[in-house]
């Protein structure tokens, strides 16, 4: 899927070089800015390893120009609900994202001033309002933060596997681990009827919680340690 940032207006440098980098990090296609008010120059220093992306960034001064030619057009505001309004009819984050992974090709997700917002007209324009759910005293999130909450939650569902993360411990070794858990419990005495209900219930904390590989091995030796210390003294 295609995802295209749009800042309308954005003021402050530093959320430019920001959101520079955030597009970076969470694999964004494009960053288009309209109008920029902030120095480009200066946010260039803020967006660390991102700079060539920034400096490919597409400058336009037509919000229409921004928006055309996408299978979904997307505002954000942290207004979701104005009662009787019907552009103030947001869906949270969370639904937005895990609707239309796998239903558009393309996206543009527009983000506002950091003074005003979206104006109603820009909002009109746009397919869907997204809003991430706040503390409704006081939900207005900082430009930048609101671009990497919004691209991390579609990175979560778009790349389900990220190579930055370690690898899960397999059903082999956590049975290994419920199999000595087991025997430490013969070892102490534990009565059968209630071995039972422990191996149940360390089975279902050990597979409810997906460990990693790193802290299933960590476990194991561990708990063979504990094991051929109980085997020792009896
Ligand atoms: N005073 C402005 C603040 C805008 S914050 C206002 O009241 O509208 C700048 C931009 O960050 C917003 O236009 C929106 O794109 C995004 N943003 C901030 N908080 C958000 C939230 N809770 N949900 C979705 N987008 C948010």
Same mark, same amino acid.
């Given at each position: ?5 749009v800042?309308v ?6 959320? =430019?070089?920001? =959101?520079? +980098? ?6 964004? $296609? ?14 260039l ?9 920034l ?16 299978d ?19 869906? $949270? ?19 506002g +001033? ?15 309002? =997204?809003t ?23 990175w979560?569902?778009?790349? +389900? ?24 419990? =013969? ?48």
């Amino acid at each position: 899927m295609k995802i295209r940032v749009v800042l309308v207006e954005p003021e402050g440098a530093v959320n =430019v070089g920001f =959101v520079a +980098r955030a597009c970076v990090n969470f694999g964004v $296609d494009e960053l288009v800015l309209v109008n920029p008010r902030a120095d480009l120059e200066e946010a260039l220093t803020y967006s660390a390893k991102a700079k060539d992306f920034l400096n490919k960034a597409i400058i336009m001064n037509d919000y229409d120009e921004a928006i055309k030619g996408f299978d979904l057009v997307v505002a954000t505001s942290s207004k979701g609900y104005s009662r009787g309004n019907h552009i103030r009819q947001a869906i $949270d984050l969370r639904t937005f994202v895990e609707n239309i992974v796998g239903r558009v090709n393309s996206v543009a997700i527009i983000f506002g +001033r950091e003074s005003s917002g979206l104006k109603r007209s820009e909002l009109d324009k746009a397919d869907v309002l =997204v809003t991430i759910p706040a503390n409704p005293g006081y939900p207005v999130l900082n430009l930048n933060q609101a671009v990497a909450i919004v691209l991390y939650e579609l990175w979560l569902v778009l790349k +389900r596997t990220s190579q930055n993360l370690p690898p899960r411990a397999s059903r082999d070794i956590l049975d290994k681990i419920i199999d000595i858990i087991n025997h430490i419990a =013969v070892k102490t005495g534990i009565q059968e009827h209630k071995r039972v209900r422990l191996e149940r219930t360390i089975r279902s904390i050990l597979f409810r919680s997906s460990p990693s590989l790193f802290e299933a091995k960590m476990l194991e030796y561990f708990l063979r340690k504990v094991y051929r210390s109980i085997e020792e003294k009896h």
